[in-house]
């Protein structure tokens, strides 16, 4: 049987040599030291690490949401560390979805209407699409029957479901998660990864996720140890 060959279609975002300096003056800090990563369709991949040492940073640039100052950054094959805060904006909305710790779900509005939230902002399905599409992306999540419970009314884990189901509503190309877990017990931690994981290699999605949590860091197809700034494997 031959090896699988892997293609350059199969990388969902990459960046090489990525600096980052945090502070000014004497406590100027190099936080991230020419960091180069891949991250593939269907690959899901845990960047662990002690706090400090660059993790959540280097998520926050490959989601566009901070600049590098040094290095380059792809999303599907299109340079984004120099482009413009308008395109930044709209590779977020298109190809990236973000979990975090905090589930960030805006309260007053129903699981339903949470889930819609990105597809609106991004604005390529009429109404009646958007709310077939949040249904069902809810049923994934195991949240069928709740879909018009306001997030108030959800628990813990109800709500980080809502979060992953969100990530997802725009079938982004990459899931980038920030401690998805941390904020749950462990029966809940395993219900959250298996489902981000599952939806998002049915989906060939990437996912790079960040984890203190070695039971979540192990079933991951990749580890990426970070020390100080740096991948030390």
């Known amino acids: 049987m031959s090896a699988k060959v892997n293609s350059t279609a199969d990388i969902a975002l990459r960046c090489t040599n990525l600096h980052r300096y945090l502070g000014q003056g004497e406590g100027r800090v190099h936080v991230l030291r020419g960091v180069s990563f891949e991250a593939r369709r269907g690959n899901v991949t845990a960047i662990v690490g002690p706090s400090g040492c660059g993790k959540s940073t280097t998520l926050y640039l490959l989601g566009l949401l901070d600049r590098p100052d040094d290095g380059s950054i792809w999303i599907r094959d299109q340079l984004m560390s120099n482009s413009s805060d308008s395109d930044r904006t709209a590779a977020r909305g298109e190809h990236i979805g973000f979990v975090f710790q905090f589930h960030f779900l805006m309260q007053e509005f129903s699981a339903l209407d949470n889930v819609m939230m990105p597809m609106r902002k991004l604005g390529k399905l009429a109404e009646?699409?958007?709310?077939?599409?949040?249904?069902?992306?809810?049923?994934d999540v195991g949240l069928g029957d709740k879909?018009?419970?306001?997030?108030?009314?959800?628990?813990?884990?109800?709500?980080?479901?809502?979060?992953?189901?969100?990530?997802?509503?725009?079938?982004?190309?990459?899931?980038?998660?920030?401690?998805?877990?941390?904020?749950?017990?462990?029966?809940?931690?395993?219900?959250?990864?298996?489902?981000?994981?599952?939806?998002?290699?049915?989906n060939g999605?990437?996912?790079?996720?960040?984890?203190?949590?070695?039971?979540?860091?192990?079933?991951?197809?990749?580890?990426?140890?970070m020390r100080d700034g740096e991948f030390v494997n």
């Open 128 to 139: 009646d699409e958007m709310a077939a599409r949040a249904a069902s992306l809810l049923n």
């Open 147 to 202: 879909t018009h419970r306001l997030a108030t009314q959800l628990s813990g884990g109800e709500q980080q479901r809502v979060a992953i189901a969100r990530a997802l509503a725009n079938q982004p190309a990459i899931i980038l998660a920030d401690e998805p877990t941390g904020n749950l017990d462990a029966k809940n931690s395993g219900i959250v990864f298996d489902l981000l994981t599952r939806l998002a290699k049915e």
């Open 205 to 225: 999605q990437a996912v790079v996720l960040v984890t203190h949590n070695p039971d979540i860091a192990n079933r991951c197809d990749e580890i990426k140890p």
